[in-house]
């Protein structure tokens, strides 16, 4: 296999070109390299916003828990430049101090005392990546949480693979807030050339994000369907939409605007790595599997966009599939655990969804009909999830919304 790959760098290209033997057994990507999933979570903070673990402690929780890409998403800061914590004086964190100091040493902790408190400095994305990163195995990949506030209500969107850190946009009403925040990541994107994507941060958190605020959304391809944080209400805040319930109604209203269908992500928000329980935000709850290439910011960004990934808070799937107009879905079966496939779909002109078929089982099909703007597919196991938030009991896994071709 690696052999093939090598024939794909720029070096053998370029040497098979001059030999005039580009037309020959050069394999395209594509039959070379199997798709692979990757497990990975798309937001959570550090010490440098308002998480209480350092990222090397996070990073190193993540990877050998089987993730294979991590993005700490601090608020309105990119991991560079000088940034020191004060330890705070409860037991629990000078404990975690003393076992980050002992796991990494004097010589890479740099720390001092000030006024009777210990003092740290945190490190650069650019120091802890090259600790973690490792080809095929896991990837970090730089992000922001995008902070905003419109009249008090918060409005947070985050940026992944981002380069430069991105100011608050601000605007004149949240959707305008929202749509700004979008544009600057979009603008980042064309500047730069470098692949990255936007996406809408649990919007029933504090009330703040309604539908109608997101249904006229321009550019804007993904939202948080499940997130982790314990005060995200995704089964409703006082306007009643689940978050599910909201993703679904925006679909219908991007398929009338004729945009491209909103995906669903599944993320932790963690920020407290040192209490569980349902009050705190944890790490672990949800993440997305993504179906790529390779574990390249590029690859992985194209198969998010491309829609080839599912969020989940415990499910795994052992097989996705849109052929001739049929969805399969198959989950990879614990032992003593019973799985529930709920086809959920919206027929054109319809200003709802329904749920068009269920099944108890281990895999399931839907044949996709042509009067259907889009039909999805939502996984509940019978396995209770470890350390869950909101009375959500049970593991899950939503597919992405898909259209007859
Ligand atoms: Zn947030
Ligand atoms: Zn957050």
Redesign the pocket.
């Known amino acids: 296999m690696k052999k093939k790959l090598d024939l794909l760098q720029p070096a053998t290209v370029l040497i098979c070109l001059w030999l005039g033997l580009f037309a020959c057994q050069v394999p395209t990507q594509e039959e070379s390299v199997p798709k692979k999933w990757y497990k990975g979570n798309l937001h959570t903070h550090s010490y440098w916003s308002d998480g209480d673990e350092f990222p090397e402690v996070i990073m190193d929780w993540y990877k050998s828990h089987g993730y294979h890409f991590l993005a700490l998403s601090d608020h309105n800061i990119l991991a560079e430049g000088d940034m020191w914590v004060k330890i705070r004086e409860d037991s629990i964190y000078q404990k975690a101090f003393d076992r980050y100091l002992k796991t990494y040493g004097e010589d890479w902790v740099v720390h001092e005392m000030d006024s009777g408190q210990i003092k740290v400095k945190l490190k650069t994305i650019e120091e802890y990546q090259p600790l973690f990163q490792e080809k095929e195995r896991f990837l970090v990949l730089p992000s922001e949480?995008i902070?905003d506030l419109y009249e008090g209500k918060?409005v947070?969107l985050n940026a992944t693979n981002i380069q430069e850190k991105i100011e608050p946009q601000g605007g004149e009403s949240i959707a305008v807030t929202m749509q700004n925040n979008i544009d600057a990541v979009w603008a980042q994107r064309e500047r730069t050339g470098v692949p990255m994507i936007v996406h809408v941060?649990?919007p029933n958190?504090l009330d703040a994000i309604r539908l109608e605020d997101m249904l006229h959304l321009k550019g804007e391809r993904f939202f948080e369907v499940y997130n982790g944080?314990n005060r995200v209400q995704n089964q409703g805040g006082i306007y009643g939409l689940s978050t599910e319930a909201m993703w679904d109604l925006i679909n219908i209203s991007y398929v009338k605007e004729g945009k491209p269908l909103l995906l669903g992500l599944a993320t932790d928000?963690a920020h407290n790595y040192h209490q569980i329980g349902n009050q705190w935000s944890n790490a672990g709850r949800g993440w997305v599997q993504v179906r790529a290439d390779s574990l390249t910011p590029a690859s992985l960004i194209a198969a998010l966009e491309a829609g080839d990934f599912y969020a989940s808070t415990g499910v795994r799937l052992d097989h996705l599939k849109l052929e001739d107009n049929v969805l399969e879905v198959g989950v990879a079966a614990e032992e003593g655990v019973n799985y529930t496939f709920s086809f959920i779909a919206c027929v054109r002109g319809a200003d709802k969804v329904e749920v068009v078929s269920t099944v108890e089982g281990e895999v399931a099909s839907l044949e996709l009909k042509e009067d259907w703007i889009f039909a999805r597919c939502k996984i509940t196991s019978s396995k209770l999830q470890e350390n869950p938030i909101e009375g959500i009991l049970y593991e899950m896994a939503w597919t992405q919304p898909v259209q007859f071709q």
Do not use: L, R, Y
Request: net charge negative.
């Open positions: 949480e902070t918060h947070h941060n649990h958190f944080h928000d």
